[in-house]
């Protein structure tokens, strides 16, 4: 596993007037899975044939090598065998020298008619225990990184799913709550099963993960402890005796409904190619004790039960932190908040830094703010629309999508008021 340190950040872009869900048919078709890392929008990141485009992928490498991802149509672009729409992605990616987490999507965790349809895989997390649909989205998903024969070399590491503790999967291809075993189960068959594909194929080696929330890891000051943890129910297995983890919803009990076996039960040297990753909003002395936490655990009278940095000596991603910006009355001074408590966050990061910690990198949330939720998470901010691209008609493995138009919004870069500074070149000096 690699050494080097990450500085990511995630990326989702869209623009003011996008608002999901789209449908799978008809003119809005190539918005409905919010996949815009392929050829159809590279309008948005790619600027290498000298166009007008905005460029935010060589944006990005000015001060990030890691970009996270979240959503990946693995047939877009579909020739008849394999989806090739995102290679230019990872082409431009590789180009600027930037890394990428490859997302599955958590629909492929649901209970849709095209995903799990409310079954589980077996206790051995074979290929032919999923359904017909799942194994084909497996098979697809890999088709889709590869090119020359092995996997993209941009390709750093694949995400499967995104907070399953807490994410229920409503909305999301479900229309009732998936149950936290069942999400778990799915979760592991899929990570399970992308070792297995990239082994029997021999592509070159790619790090695994699953991204989860903090919401169970307790207060290692004063809160009461979880009595197990998300981490553990990945890498150990649970069984209907394991207590639910702190913050989990859906289910209807206080212990997981079935057993499963865990990563390392099913295949060895995990630790060569899992790392554990969460999505953690925190700052100041509560992000460096948490930090501490998982790299030297030590019990106290509230917390006893051992976080599993230290069991299992896997690397810890960060692979969501940050600070919401409030809603803006005076924008030059929320503006100039926002930008200091992000530095502050960077920079406690960097000092916390040691050759014994396994924080292998974090993912600043997020590049560009998420402007149709009014997040305002954003290192750049949208702004006015410059052009109104064309999609192109796009083949995905069931149907053939219309070319439809889409805004390109204009970025600007939070700024410091009273510096000038911008907050991805703060970043940049502390970083260096």
Known sequence: MTNSFLYGVCYNPTWTTWSPPYSNTGSDAQFSDSDFFND????????????????DLAQ??????????????????????????????????QKCGVQVMVPISNYFLSDDTYAWNGKDPDTGYSFVSAP?????????????????????????????????????????????????ASRLARTIWWIVNLQRQISIAKYR???????ISNADQGDPQTGKPPLSYWFQALLNGVNTSTNLPEGTKGGSGPTFSAAWKGIGSIIGYYNLWYFNSVNIYQYGTQLTTTLGQYDQWSSTTVNSTN??????????????????RATPSDQANQDTQYLGVTEDIATAIKNYRSSESR????????????????????LFMSGATSSCEPTGST??????WPSVHYPVDQLSPVTDSRTKLTLIDALKQIFT
């Open 40 to 55: 159809s929008f590279q309008a948005l990141w790619n600027n290498s044939k000298g166009n007008t485009y905005r460029d």
């Open 60 to 93: 990005i490498a000015t001060a990030f090598g890691l970009v996270r991802l979240y959503n990946w149509g693995a047939t877009r672009g579909w020739n008849g065998t394999v989806g090739d729409a995102h290679i230019g992605f990872l082409d431009y990616a």
């Open 132 to 180: 017909i649909y799942i194994q084909a989205a497996l098979t697809n998903f890999v088709s889709s990184v590869v090119t020359n024969g092995d996997i993209h070399s941009a390709v750093h590491s694949f995400s499967v799913g995104n907070e399953i503790d807490i994410n229920t999967f409503v909305g999301q291809g479900s229309s009732g709550v998936v149950n936290p």
């Open 205 to 211: 080696s790619v790090l695994l993960t699953s991204p």
């Open 307 to 324: 976080w599993p940095g230290q069991q299992f000596s896997v690397p810890l991603l960060l692979t969501e932190i940050g600070y919401r």
């Open 359 to 378: 924080l292998m990198g974090y993912c600043l949330y997020e590049f560009s703010d998420e402007a149709y939720l009014n997040a305002n998470w954003g």
């Open 395 to 400: 083949r995905v493995i069931y149907a053939t």
